[in-house]
Nanobody
Framework: QVQLVESGGGLVQAGGSLRLSCAAS????????MGWFRQAPGKEREFVAA????????YYADSVKGRFTISRDNAKNTVYLQMNSLKPEDTAVYYC?????????????????WGQGTQVTVSS
């Protein structure tokens, strides 16, 4: 069992930055690939970024490539999402998730555990 708690969301102007954190409980955090997803009002949950258990591979949605960076610290049981050059269309609730898999990490159904989400609002 893994419990995930996101933090770091908030209100920021377009062009600004935020750093999201996701703290995981349990001693097996390093065995899980981790992902960030987001969901805007009236839209489906969409993939943002993912990182494999060792951190050796990262994946990004085209919409955030070059602006967002995912990283993890297995010693701290934490995964991060650094978001730069934010745009109003980045406004959403951001969720972190844990997966036992190392493949198809852009797919919602690959994830076994989810956090409650943190709101990110980007004003124009």
């Amino acid at each position: 069992q893994v419990q995930l708690v996101e933090s770091g969301g908030g209100l920021v102007q377009a062009g600004g930055s935020l750093r999201l954190s996701c703290a995981a409980s349990g001693r097996t955090f390093s065995r899980y690939s981790m992902g960030w997803f987001r969901q805007a009002p009236g839209k489906e949950r969409e993939f943002v970024a993912a990182i494999t258990w060792s951190g050796s591979s990262t994946y990004y949605a085209d919409s955030v490539k070059g602006r967002f960076t995912i990283s993890r610290d297995n010693a701290k049981n934490t995964v991060y999402l650094q978001m730069n050059s934010l745009k109003p269309e980045d406004t959403a609730v951001y969720y972190c998730a844990a997966s036992r898999s190392a493949t198809y990490l852009s797919h919602v159904n690959e994830y076994d555990y989810w956090g409650q989400g943190t709101q990110v609002t980007v004003s124009s």
